[in-house]
């Protein structure tokens, strides 16, 4: 049926669920129910990534359409099915999934201490609904995974937040739902028009212009707020501020990469035209997000949010990479995607390991941790300088390759987009020299331990993707080489014939320049 | 593989050091590391003999793929040429006498010394990776690995907060440059399709004509690419507006500054500039700009120099003032020159940075030069090696610099342009001026009434012989290598040295008619350094009090000098400052009251709204229901249209 012989997808779906009814299986007194919840998370987790490698083994890399498909008629009357299947763009999504998941589950270990049953659980639901959307080719099954993963996120948020975690949890359900409710009516005025749902089919129905834009305004209100883009950001800090360290792993590590596979999935194939005159429009909120979530982050008092504008910031290069419509930008766009998922989940780990000793997010209740934690300085590092993009790291990649994409746009887009060089190291080292450098006289601090054995498991393997991705970057392009070229052939072929705009269109147009 | 080796053996020294040094301990760490660059300094200077005198074929020894993405193909390997293996050859030989130097030097320090040595090795790897360079694209790793251990390095005491302001300021202020050296890599990718050095090369031709669109005019490609690379390059090689960061790296340990901040790293952006000469000498426009852009740091940096107080940023301010030269040099396509005046800088520069530090170690970390004097009688090995410095520095015959500074003023007024014109003016004004500085220098530290405190003049001793060994290596090396390499590197066969790596148009002949100036061109640099000379005994040696009248009467002159021009409060005024102003701004009133104040005063409606009309309702309830109001409403205006 596949390259691997057996539903691989629904497998690697599916098969979280089933870790939950084990765990819901689970009887004893509380302290036995966390312990078996964490171990059976943990093993189910496990296995689904081992099981998620045979993609990363079978991957045929010279086809450049979907692979390890899977269908099941479900409502054949109205053309709707149950089917799965990856192609270059998504493939390697399903896996930063399934390996930032057992990550999570293992940076929770300690610091979760109340309904460790249920987060565990609501961790290997929010892995299904990732995997699920990332594999869906469908439209109303992508859509179910899509609204999903909102569940299990808002009630981590919800419940094993911070503080202000209630109106923070709001506020994230409310914007991405906002978006969500107008990307449902696009989907209905698809069907309507190519009586599918089926994503590949899709693909090749050519829209009229005139639908394509207002579908592409519907999809961008979604996919924007999912990204985030300016200036629907705002809910990302207050979100990751007060969700416990794995959930901001997993909401910036993989939930925000949802906007953008959105964009590359539906807007870009399906909408060539549209996505095109909306360009100029995309390119503008890209760079003020670059340069304003740069500047906010400066000003950051709170690590996490640091980071989470950080987040902002470097996701506004992606969407600049996407919309060059260029061999180069997309494929940067989507390494970037892939190494911001391994570096932001990293950078949030980072602070995960010193809020847990020390319960606070403030910088300035830091200073001089390079003397007591040596092991954990270098590690710090290591990833600072994989967010400011140093050649070598996993960072440099795909901002370099979106720069040449940009400059394929003008010469401008590339220079104001690339502003990140400039101002990615002026937060990171501004922060990294705040926490671990200068001297260590808080009295507090002297006790701090170094990282333990399960902290350097959980770190080990997000440091050598990083390397690994910086120096020998081909073993994860080669992945997506063959679908972005026949993606961006079909785009241009796509624009070689531009239909006529109407007149209220090319007006909207010029105001968004 | 002699030339693998002496590019790995540091990586494999950094990695055995900074990676197993907690465990292993200091010494053994050191040693690792001390070994790899030993190793490295063999093999090194080997290759470069090999491929000078024995015969050996240059070539590309290919290290496997880096990044490929559609058409955009880039490959890790080793270039081996004259360019790269002389470069090699001095960057792995001076490494590996800063190591040795280290050892001493380190002795003492409070922090573990793993940690160092990792970062000195790392640096070395980096830095030959840059200079092995088969395309711009490993180049610029090798750029960003020097930058990154620049910064860490700096940092090294991180306990003191100079330090580690002045770490993010380097970092930060190379990347400025370092945004436009990435847009110019992809410039020239648009251009011609590869960032590979060969194959921009061999297409020169073809694009010659092409232009670039930009601020409404029109400009040749190779112009735009030109300036893009250079201003990289300034940033790295702190010239003049993006040089801030270069005096305060002074805050790092004494033997950085040599290797790092003197003799290799910030040397890279000449190096660029030169490995890019078949480009640059399509682009007049941008060399004259590197040109005007190299005569001003010479002059500015200069002024600086001469009035600063702190030992080591007296030879800070030179070394910029260096880069300056060489840029001139290049400027009007001079490159042998300037490539020969960074060789012989780097020895010269590097030997008086340690020398520096070997007073500063005799001295108890003192720097400031007002309190020392008198030194000369208590460490004798560093006074002599310094004036050797001092003497190569200032180009005196036959010292490296008289060859090497000399060659680059020559070619300047030989250009026969007036951007040559200009920076033969300034670098005749900056002669005076380097050679009155480091008497100066010496003159304060080494003669007079010893003015530091009694207890550190006690205890003033001369470095043991791992620190001093280095300092004697590197006097010979000042003594003679312009001397003894001029006549291969610059004389009538240098096309035989330089084998096609740097490139001179062959319309243009600088390199016979600098050997043709008359004979008041060829001694007017010699006599502006012994005018120096002699300003500076008549000022701190016969007349000592001169300098401080001078200083009182000139006082917005003194001030202006000595707070270097006011660029960093003019720096600070204008962009770190309102950069953080504005971060504040935009996060607490564009992000918490305009941006949220939309959905937050949605919500609020909605709750009053339910709680009024329909009691039972939620206020969450209410807001999704508004929500799906908004969609319906869209939905319909959506059809709407459409019908």
Not at chain 1, 350 to 365: K, M, N, S, W
Request: charged share 10%; glycine share 8%.
């Amino acid at each position: 049926m596949n390259a691997a012989g057996f539903p691989v997808l629904s497998l690697i779906t599916w098969l979280p669920l089933v870790g939950c009814g084990v765990i819901m299986t689970v009887r004893g007194d509380e302290a036995t129910v966390a312990s078996n919840a964490r171990w059976i998370a943990l093993w189910t987790s496990l296995i689904v990534f081992a099981v998620s490698l045979v993609l990363w083994v079978e991957w045929n890399p010279h086809d450049p359409g979907f692979q390890f498909m899977e269908s099941l008629p479900w409502l054949p009357d109205y053309g709707v099915g149950y089917k799965m299947g990856v192609d270059g763009i998504s493939v390697l999504f399903v896996l930063l999934s399934t390996l930032l998941t057992p990550i999570c589950i293992l940076a929770s270990w300690e610091s979760i201490t109340r309904y460790v049953r249920e987060y565990m659980i609501a961790f290997l639901i929010l892995e299904t609904m990732m995997v699920g959307m990332f594999c869906a080719l469908d439209f109303v099954v992508f859509y179910i995974f899509f609204e999903g993963v909102l569940i299990p996120m808002f009630l981590i948020i919800g419940v094993w937040g911070g503080p202000r975690r209630v109106y923070s949890a709001f506020k994230f359900f409310l914007f991405t739902l906002a978006g969500s409710v107008l990307m449902l009516l696009a989907l209905l005025a698809m069907w309507q028009y190519a009586h599918t749902t089926d994503i590949p089919t899709l693909m090749h129905t050519h829209f009229p212009a005139k639908m394509q834009f207002w579908l592409f305004l519907a999809f961008f209100a979604s996919f924007a707020v999912k990204v985030p883009m300016w200036p629907v950001h705002t809910w990302l800090p207050d979100a990751h501020v007060e969700a416990p360290t794995a959930g901001s792993v997993i909401l910036a590590g993989v939930l925000l990469k949802m906007g953008a596979y959105g964009f590359l999935r539906f807007s870009v194939p399906m909408l060539p035209q549209a996505s095109a005159q909306l360009a100029p429009l995309v390119f503008t909120l890209s760079v003020v997000a670059v340069v304003y979530a740069a500047l906010v982050a400066l000003a950051q008092e709170d690590m996490k949010k640091l980071v989470a504008y950080s987040s902002i910031a470097h996701m506004g290069v992606v969407t600049i990479g996407i919309f060059t419509f260029d061999v180069q930008g997309i494929q940067g766009a989507l390494f970037l995607m892939l190494s911001h998922g391994i570096i932001s989940a990293a950078l949030f780990l980072v602070v995960g390991v010193i809020y847990d000793r020390l319960h606070t997010r403030e910088i300035a209740r830091y200073g001089g941790l390079a003397a007591r934690m040596p092991f954990y300085a270098f590690l710090f590092m290591v990833f600072v300088m994989a967010s400011v993009g140093l050649p070598g790291t996993s960072g440099f990649v795909g901002e370099f390759l979106i720069t040449i994409g940009a400059l394929h746009v003008n010469f401008w887009l590339a220079l104001l987009g690339s502003l990140g060089l400039i101002l990615g190291p002026m937060y990171t080292l501004y922060l990294y020299r705040r926490v671990i450098f200068g001297r260590l006289t808080k009295p507090d601090l002297r006790g701090l331990l170094d990282l333990k054995p399960r902290e350097i498991a959980i770190f080990a393997p997000l440091a050598l993707l990083a390397i690994w991705m910086g120096v020998y970057p081909s073993s994860f392009t080669r992945f997506w080489e063959a679908t972005v070229t026949q993606m961006v052939a079909q785009h241009q072929q796509a624009m070689a014939a531009p239909p006529l705009l109407p007149p209220k269109v090319q007006l909207a147009e010029a105001t968004s320049r | 593989m002699i030339y693998f080796t002496a590019v790995f053996a540091p990586l494999l020294g950094a990695m055995v050091s900074g990676l197993l040094g907690k465990w292993i301990g200091d010494r053994a760490a050191m040693a690792a590391s001390v070994l790899g660059m030993l190793v490295a300094a063999v093999c090194g200077p080997l290759a470069w003999v090999l491929l000078e005198w024995g015969g050996a074929p240059a070539g590309v020894m290919s290290l496997g793929t880096w990044i490929q993405a559609g058409s955009f193909h880039v490959h890790w390997a080793l270039r081996y040429d004259a360019l790269s293996a002389t470069m090699v050859a001095m960057v792995s030989f001076v490494s590996m006498l800063i190591h040795v130097y280290s050892i001493g030097y380190m002795a003492h320090d409070s922090f573990r010394r793993y940690r160092f040595f990792a970062y000195l090795s790392m640096f070395t790897f980096a830095m030959l990776m840059l200079v092995t360079a088969n395309n711009l694209l490993q180049l610029f790793f090798g750029w960003e690995g020097v930058g990154l251990c620049s910064y860490l390095l700096i940092g090294y005491w991180y306990d003191r907060p100079s330090a580690c302001a002045a770490a993010i300021k380097a970092f930060v202020v190379n990347r400025i440059g370092d945004l436009a050296f990435a847009v110019g890599v992809a410039l020239t990718f648009l251009t011609f399709g590869a960032v590979g050095f060969d194959a921009i090369f061999s297409h020169l031709a073809q694009h010659q004509a092409d232009t670039y669109h930009l601020l409404g005019a029109s400009f040749r490609v190779y112009e735009v690419i030109g300036v893009l690379l250079f201003i990289g390059a300034m940033g790295k090689s702190a010239q003049l507006f993006l040089h801030v960061w270069l005096p305060d790296a002074m805050e790092g340990p004494t033997p950085v500054s040599a290797l790092i901040h003197a003799a290799t790293m910030v040397t890279a952006g000449v190096f660029l500039v030169a490995r890019m000469s078949p480009l640059f000498n399509l682009a007049p426009g941008a060399l004259a700009m590197v040109a005007v852009v190299g005569g001003s740091t010479a002059f500015f940096a200069a002024t600086i120099g001469c009035v600063q107080n702190d030992i080591k940023r007296v030879i800070a301010y030179s070394t910029c003032s260096q880069l300056g030269y060489m840029f001139l040099g290049e400027g009007v396509a001079a490159y042998p020159a300037s490539i020969f005046h960074l060789l012989t800088h780097a020895f010269f520069k590097a030997l008086l940075f340690l020398a520096a530090g070997s007073v500063i170690h005799a001295m108890s970390d003192e720097q400031d030069m007002r309190k020392m004097g008198g030194l000369w009688r208590k460490i004798p090995i560093t006074y002599v090696t310094m004036w050797a410095g001092s003497l190569a520095l200032a180009g005196v015959f036959p010292f490296a610099g008289y060859f090497s500074k000399d060659a680059i003023l020559d070619a300047a007024l030989a250009s026969h342009s007036a951007v040559g014109y200009y920076g033969y003016v300034m670098g005749i004004l900056a002669a005076v001026m380097t050679a009155f500085y480091s008497w100066r220098l010496l003159l304060m530290t080494f003669h007079g009434t010893p003015r530091g405190d009694h207890h550190a003049m006690e205890h003033a001793h001369e470095s043991p012989l791992v620190m001093t060994g280095p300092l004697m290596v590197l006097a010979v090396g000042a003594l003679s290598a312009g001397f003894l390499l001029h006549g291969a590197v610059l004389g009538e066969h240098w096309q035989d040295y330089w084998r096609g790596s740097l490139m001179i148009a062959p319309a243009n002949h600088i390199m016979t008619t600098m050997e043709q100036l008359p004979g008041w061109a060829v001694a007017l640099p010699s006599v502006a350094g012994l005018l120096g000379i002699a300003v500076a005994y008549w000022f701190y040696w016969w007349n000592p009090m001169l300098p401080v009248r001078l200083a009182t009467q000139f006082r917005p002159v003194y001030l202006f000098l000595l707070n270097k021009w006011y660029f960093d409060e003019l720096y600070d005024a204008i962009f770190v400052r309102p950069a953080f102003a504005l971060g504040r701004l935009l996060w607490q009133t564009g992000d918490a009251t305009i941006i949220d104040g939309v959905p937050n005063g949605l919500a609020d409606l909605a709750v009053d709204g339910s709680r009024g009309a329909v009691k039972i309702q939620t206020g969450s309830i209410a807001v999704y229901a508004f929500v799906m109001l908004i969609g319906v409403v869209a939905l319909i205006g959506v059809f709407l249209i459409w019908g």
